[in-house]
């Protein structure tokens, strides 16, 4: 059983930063991609960025060049540190993780094994 726990979320102000970070245990290997994803309040939830199997990294259009995506191949910690934040980057982040080939194309499209509870993050004009 993989479980995964986000932290890091906040309150800040138009152009500040967080960095979200979620740890994670229960993985067998490191076979398998990690993403954050975001809901905001009456929208769906969208993929933001994902880190592959191969340590690639993919990024939405919106925050590219502002976020960027790591993951720590001991521990299987994944961070995303938040930059030039915009009232528009308001959401629930989440975690997630998908195994095997094609994982990364899986995330892109919500699909996932796990999922972690989300942490909130507010961007004030």
């Known amino acids: 059983q993989v479980d995964l726990m986000e932290s890091g979320g906040g309150s800040v102000q138009t152009g500040g930063s967080l960095r979200l970070s979620c740890a994670a245990s229960g993985f067998p290997d490191n076979w398998h991609c990690m993403g954050w994803f975001r809901q905001a309040p009456g929208k769906e939830r969208e993929w933001v960025s994902t880190v592959d199997i191969w340590g690639g990294t993919f990024y939405t259009s919106s925050v590219r060049g502002r976020f960027t995506i790591s993951k720590d191949k001991a521990d299987n910690a994944l961070t995303l540190q938040m930059n030039s934040l915009k009232p528009e980057d308001t959401a629930m982040y989440y975690c997630?993780?998908?195994?095997?080939?094609?994982?990364?194309?899986?995330?892109?499209?919500?699909?996932?094994?796990?999922w972690g509870q989300g942490t909130q993050v507010t961007v004030s004009s």
């Open positions: 997630a993780s998908k195994r095997g080939l094609g994982c990364s194309d899986s995330l892109t499209q919500l699909i996932a094994d796990y």
